[in-house]
């Protein structure tokens, strides 16, 4: 699955979201760190990556080829600064119409559109790929994600209050939102 496209940021910007390929590697390995440790709203902390370089870049390289799964970056200045994606939910017939989609963007980026364009992106290749439902998981207090969704016609279908354990807030509850294409 491919994609490429040319967005202008709130701040004037260009921002560009493409896949995301084997040689970006560093890059999307260096962004994860930097997201996942400057939030307490992502699944993870930066030293539970569960990749290192190498593996990052198979994993995009695999991602590029892909016909039914993507992982998007977003590029301003010639900087990965946000990456999102979508992965099939499984192969088996039961849930092979469903896909998770999930997404990061450096704190320095919020607010000038870029979770916006990266969850359209999102949908739009989840239609092309032929997915009939499009789901995610977000922290009950990240308003801002949850506005997005949200506007993107995303509904909630159930709650879990001790979702994640966070070493900040303690238990965080966690929304379960779907989609359907």
Known sequence: ???????????????????GMESDGQAVFDNFN???????????????????VMQECQFLK????????????AIVDNVVVGTAGIEAVGTKY????????????????????IGQALTMACIE?????????????????????LSIYEKAGFVEYGRN???????IAGFQEVIDMRLEL
Not at 1 to 16: A, P
Not at 128 to 142: H, K, M, P, R, T
């Open 125 to 145: 290749c989840a239609r092309v790929a032929g997915y009939i439902q499009l789901e995610l998981s977000v922290v009950a207090d990240n308003i801002r994600a």
């Open 94 to 113: 039961k849930v092979r119409h469903r896909a998770r989609f999930g997404i990061s963007v450096a704190k320095e980026f919020w607010g000038l559109g």
């Open 34 to 52: 930097l997201t996942h440790g400057e939030t307490d709203y992502l699944l993870s902390y930066p030293e539970e990556h569960s990749f290192d």
């Open 62 to 73: 695999e991602k590029s080829e892909s016909k039914n799964e993507i992982e998007i970056v």
């Open 161 to 167: 209050p001790k979702g994640f354990n966070s070493r």
């Open 1 to 19: 699955m491919k994609y490429n496209q040319v967005i202008v940021l709130k701040n004037g910007s260009e921002c560009r979201l493409r896949n």
